[in-house]
C-alpha cells in the first residue's frame, strides 16, 4: 500500500526487453534509497513494482506485458520523469490516501490552466471510471493522492499548488500526455456491497 505522497523523482534509465516482456531500470533521483531490499514495492507513477535488482543509483523490476498495456510504462522514454513512493510503513502517517499501486485505466492531461501560484489541470478519463470520482473525493493521478475539486461527465479537476509541481513529474507534463489513474478504494468497496446487498435482496 501507498499513501500518494510522492517520495522522490526519479528517471527511466532503460527498458530491457526480456522474453516478451520488459525489465525497467529506473534511475532513484531525489528517492532516499537506504535500507532497500529485494522484492519491496515501490510506486512508479502509480503502478506497484517489485524490486528484483538494485545499487546505489537505480533499481530493476520486471513489468509484465498486462502492466505494459494496461499503464503508461509501456510509452516511457529513456530519461522521461516518474514518480516515485516506497511501500508505506504501518507506523507511518498517512498523508495522502489508500493507493494500492493497481492502476484502474488511462487518462490523459486536458487543459492547464494558470490560477495564481497554483494551476488548475483538467484530466480525461475512460467513462467507465468516472462513475468513482466524486466532488471533493481523492484520485491518484500517476502516483499522486490529489483532491476532485470539479467532475463532469468527460473528466475531473484539480488544483496542483507550486510544491507539487516542482517536486513531481507533472512540472516536466503537459497537455496531451497520458497518466496513469487509480480510483478511491472506497468507492470500490461500497460498489461492491451495495452489489452484494441487491443480490441478496432479489434471491
Known sequence: MFTGLIEGLGQLASREVRDGDARLRIAVGTLPFDGVTL????????????????????????????????????????????NLERAMRPDGRLGGHLVSGHVDGVGSVAAIVDDARAQRWRFGAPPALMKYIAQKGSICVDGVSLTVNAVDADGFEVALIPHTLAHTAFGQAGVGDA?????????????????????????
Open 39 to 82: 522484492g519491496e514495492s515501490v510506486s512508479v507513477n502509480g503502478v506497484c513494482l517489485t524490486v528484483v535488482a538494485f545499487d546505489a543509483m537505480h533499481f530493476d523490476v520486471d513489468a509484465s506485458n498486462e502492466t505494459l498495456a494496461l499503464t503508461t510504462l509501456g510509452r516511457l522514454a529513456p530519461g522521461q520523469a516518474v
Open 179 to 203: 497518466v496513469n489513474l487509480e480510483v478511491d478504494l472506497v468507492a470500490r468497496y461500497v460498489e461492491r456491497l451495495l452489489a452484494a446487498r441487491a443480490q441478496e435482496a432479489a434471491a
